[in-house]
């Protein structure tokens, strides 16, 4: 591809393929131009850096005593408090992903690259270089890990929705099932969660009618059991540590939101926490209390002969006592297991997350829909039922393999390790920043760049890649790869490889990028005019008399800076002419700054006044253009045709939507205008909206009828 042509008065110079042209116009034969340049390569030396900024995934050691962290393609093994933080993979050609440690604590399973493919490998948590690969796979990516408890069998879930096990033993792999509408997110935060006995395993996935079902999955007997119907949404299932239900939440709770625009409503919050009993002899998880009295049977002949007396009261005399299983064997009656469902005293709301400990179902509460910041883990208490708080303020938590350490994590990379119990306090953060690796940025561009070419070759939606060889692709972009120097070349040569597909949404962007130093700068909402020595007003920006949202602070009341006045310094500091405006207001963002301003280009008789700058001057900008956008409309029209501005059909643009239509619904018609559109969501509701035809009328004795909706 041709990039950043530049006309001269006799050619055009260009790049192309990472090197110079130009193209006379005489002639119109390109000639390549040879550019030496001298440089001693610095961003190519290896160099140690720190790699908490870039945490992918973490979880927890089966003791709760250390935590892994995937960061900058490598893993990382860190203390809850006391002892060293250790890079276990240290390398920059190679990325290793989604860490799992057995709950036996002898072995780390993570997937790497390190084949030219992402396959399985396993490490001795003890034993340098000892990693050793699993599978043969091939191409494709795979998710997150999940030990059996008996550490023998590892369950994920793939780019193309196969839910697998494989064993640790001899790497055979069998598929349990397959999802049917599942992205990189759903795909990301699919969970599977084992019985204590390592038979089953249990998880949910997408249904035809797009609602999520909960799934069992006999490993022994190979055998797929659907436990919800679908008819609700459930998720996040997980066993009791003591094999007698199935914890999981369930959407059924429906209670409707209703806009105060109009007549519009959401149903959300609808997450109920529930269980089920796994035997049909099981009691319910809220069978009703009974207090009773505990016989005191000291003596034996005391305890045989009320034994006895008891058996020969029995009336059926046919029933014979049959001994219990083994705890450890799990069993299930698959037959009415959903009929068995019983929610929790708790209210509904936005649930995840859920995990079992002895006597405590713990989970992640959301903020409800509406409300804003992190959640909260909770747990509730089966003896007591009721709910109680292990931590506020956590964005999410993993739970020891031993059931008695929670990892929680908060905003801006925070973790930490507490106790399962109820009001915890986030003490002592785990040491990330200590994490550091050295990284070879050359060896370190090559892996992202196959990363790059992978994932577009295991995610574009067509398999043909729009008639692309991609495979050639890579060849030679590759050969461009070998010459770059810094990351900023490193991302145009992915982008061109990208490029080469010619589709919308496929983006690049981060990396160790030389990012300047910036300074946020103060507005006053106003157009300046050179004028000699100072800068006159030449606009206050304005937009309707109705946008209070945004005002420029010299158009509230108790100011009479006026259009055509001088502003003659900020802070005492004089605006002249010899610089840019804005330069005076560096640094003075949100703040109140004092402005002096006269009706001439002089100080003597000028006025101060104390107003509060704006952070930025884009929604002011953007309104006033709007309203001269409405008034033009208006008047061409005689007030019968009303005029909407989207600027994308993202949730700004939903939000003028809906902002504009409210107010203009009941003209003749409207000019939906829709330039520079930016993207956003499909828009349905949109068109749904616009779309909305009259079903009844309001008729009244006194006053106007009205239509509906």
């Known amino acids: 591809d041709v990039h950043f042509p530049s006309q001269g008065p006799e050619d055009i110079v260009y790049e192309a393929g990472g090197k110079l042209y130009i193209l006379p116009f005489a002639t119109l034969q390109p000639k390549s131009v040879e550019v030496s340049l001298v440089t001693d390569k610095a961003l190519l030396k ?182 919800t119907s679908g008819f609700y949404s ?17 959407s059924q709770s429906f209670q409707p939101m209703y806009s105060s625009i109009d007549n519009s409503f959401i149903y959300a919050n609808s997450g109920q926490v529930a269980a089920i009993a796994l035997l049909k002899t099981t009691p319910s998880l809220l069978a009703p209390k009974n207090d009773t009295v505990a016989l005191k049977l000291d003596a034996p002949a005391k305890k045989e002969e009320l034994i006895s007396k008891a058996e020969k009261e029995r009336k059926d005399t046919s029933l014979k006592v049959k001994a219990l299983p083994a705890a450890k064997d799990v069993l299930i009656d698959f037959d009415g297991l959903e009929q068995r469902m019983v929610i929790l005293p708790l209210a509904s709301g936005n649930y995840g997350q859920l995990n079992a400990a002895k006597g405590k ?95 577009e070759r295991d995610y574009f939606y067509d398999p043909n890649m729009h008639g692309v060889d991609w495979n050639k692709a890579r060849e030679r972009y590759s050969k461009m790869l070998e010459g770059v120097t810094t990351r900023e070349e490193a991302n145009f040569v992915i982008a061109e490889l990208i490029g080469e597909l010619n589709a919308s949404h496929t983006y690049l962007s981060g990396g160790d990028l030389e990012r300047p130093k910036t300074q946020n700068t103060g507005y006053i909402g106003v157009d300046y005019e050179p004028d000699g020595e100072f800068y006159k007003i030449k606009k206050i920006i304005r937009g309707a008399s109705y946008d209070a949202e945004a005002r420029s602070p010299l158009d509230i009341s108790g100011i009479d800076a006026k259009e055509g006045m001088y502003i003659l310094a900020v802070n005492g500091v004089p605006l002249t002419t010899a610089n840019d405006p804005y330069a005076a207001f560096e640094g003075l963002s949100n703040k109140a700054v004092e402005i002096t301003y006269n009706t001439k280009p002089a100080f003597n008789g000028a006025k101060t006044v104390v107003v509060q700058t704006l952070g930025d001057e884009y929604r002011l900008r953007h309104l006033a253009w709007i309203n001269e956008m409405a008034t033009k409309v208006s ?28 107010a203009q619904w009941q003209k003749k018609g409207l000019i939906i205008d829709e330039r520079f559109n930016d993207g956003g969501q499909i828009p349905d509701r949109f068109i749904e909206i616009l779309n909305r035809d009259p079903l009844a009328f309001w008729g009244v004795r006194d006053g106007s009828p009205w239509p509906w909706p």
């Open 361 to 455: 179902i713990i989970y992640m509460k959301g903020q409800n829909t509406g409300a804003s910041g992190p959640g909260a883990i909770k747990y509730f208490d089966i003896e007591k039922r009721e709910e109680k708080t292990i931590l506020e303020n956590a964005n999410g938590y993993i739970l020891s393999e031993n059931k008695a350490r929670i990892l929680v994590a908060r905003p801006n990379t925070q973790f930490a390790i507490i106790q399962a119990a109820e009001n915890q306090k986030f003490e002592k953060p785990l040491r990330v920043s200590e994490m550091q690796t050295m990284i070879d940025p050359a060896a370190e561009w090559k892996q992202i760049f196959a990363d790059a070419w992978r994932i």
């Open 635 to 662: 008047e061409a029209t005689n007030g019968e045709i009303g005029y909407i501005y989207v600027p994308s059909t993202g949730v700004d643009g939903q939000n003028e939507l809906v902002r504009q239509f409210n």
């Open 234 to 250: 459930a998720y996040s299932p997980v066993f009791d540590p003591e094999s007698k239900y199935l914890y999981l939440v369930t």
């Open 46 to 227: 290896p160099r140690l850096e720190p790699a908490d900024k870039n945490i992918q995934s973490v979880v927890l050691s089966p003791d709760g005593n250390r935590a892994l962290f995937q960061a900058r393609g490598n893993i990382f093994s860190v203390p809850a408090e006391n002892g060293f933080v250790k890079d276990l993979t240290h390398s920059s050609g190679t990325a290793e992903r989604s860490p799992a440690w057995s709950p036996d604590g002898k072995t780390i399973a993570y997937w790497s690259d390190k084949s030219g493919e992402y396959e399985l490998y396993l490490m001795q948590t003890d034993v340098e270089g000892s990693a050793k690969k699993l599978t043969s796979y091939g191409a494709g990516f795979r998710y997150q890990p999940y030990w059996s408890p008996d550490s023998k069998k590892i369950a994920f879930i793939d780019k193309a929705m196969k839910i697998q096990v494989v064993d640790v033993a001899n790497g055979q792999t069998i598929q349990v099932d397959k999802g049917l509408r599942m992205t990189h997110g759903e795909l990301a935060s699919f969970q599977v969660r084992w019985s204590p006995d390592s038979r089953y395993l249990t998880y949910n996935r997408d249904l035809d009618n797009q609602q999520e079902a909960v799934f069992i999955f006999d490993y022994n007997n190979k055998k797929l059991h659907q436990v």
